[in-house]
């Protein structure tokens, strides 16, 4: 079955840092989305790529979808205490109709 | 607030037992999914309703059921309950697949979790 694996599991960083999460399915995808989870929250919609080397951005967020549409990233800017959580991205396989199948998630933690 | 309610927000039962989790979309959204949430786990897909009707299928165990009602909220069974199913359940609801088939945005609920001792 298709499986979405992120890296790095987990990422300490000082306040002011940038961090970058990376996103990998092993089948292509038809679209990619991107959630964030605070601690003790639910997960809550960023963003969502369908284009081929889609690039969007969110004041200090930037998401990216590879050109073969197998890959994403998401990368923060100068972090803040605000951007702790753990944040998946839940990729939909080609051809539509297929369930979202959400990613290992990476854990962010920022320290001032 | 996402507009999606799920009650119970806690819920602690003993191993064998059979518990209810409900879910109530947002007001127009038209599929139900469920999820479950491990500790330090990623999101499991259990299952989604889509106007009554089941839509897709994840990794849900047999002992486990789901249904969506006509007015459109969603309930979880979950019997013979094992240790192993002590979790996090979310509900997320969305107005399901664009015209192309592409999945729009889920929101989630805040979950029930569920503690089996």
């Known amino acids: 079955g298709q499986q979405v694996m992120q890296i790095p599991q987990y990422q300490h960083v000082q306040e002011g840092e940038d961090f970058t999460t990376y996103c990998n399915s092993s089948t292509t995808l038809s679209n990619i989305q991107w959630y964030k989870q605070r601690p003790g929250g639910h997960p809550v919609f960023l963003i969502q790529l369908v284009k081929s080397g889609e690039v969007k951005k969110q004041k200090r967020l930037t998401f990216q979808f590879g050109e073969a549409k197998k890959n994403s990233s998401l990368h923060i800017t100068a972090t803040q205490t605000t951007d702790v959580g753990t944040y998946f991205c839940a990729g939909q396989r080609g051809g539509g109709g297929n369930k979202l199948t959400f990613g290992t998630g990476t854990q962010l933690k920022v320290e001032l | 607030d996402s507009g999606v309610t799920q009650t119970p927000k806690h819920l602690i039962t003993a191993t064998g037992q059979r518990v209810t989790l409900r879910c109530s979309p947002r007001?127009?959204?038209?599929?139900v999914y469920w999820y479950q949430q491990s500790l330090d786990q990623g999101l499991q897909f259990l299952i989604q309703?889509?106007?009554?009707?089941?839509?897709a299928k994840g990794n849900i165990l047999e002992r486990f059921s789901a249904q969506q009602f006509p007015d459109l909220h969603s309930e979880l069974n979950l019997s013979s309950l094992e240790l192993g199913d002590s979790a996090l359940y979310f509900c997320a609801s969305s107005v399901s697949t664009s015209v192309e088939g592409i999945y729009n945005e889920q929101f989630f609920g805040p979950g029930t979790r569920l503690t089996v001792l």
């Open positions: 007001s127009g959204d038209l599929s």
């Open positions: 309703y889509y106007n009554g009707e089941e839509r």
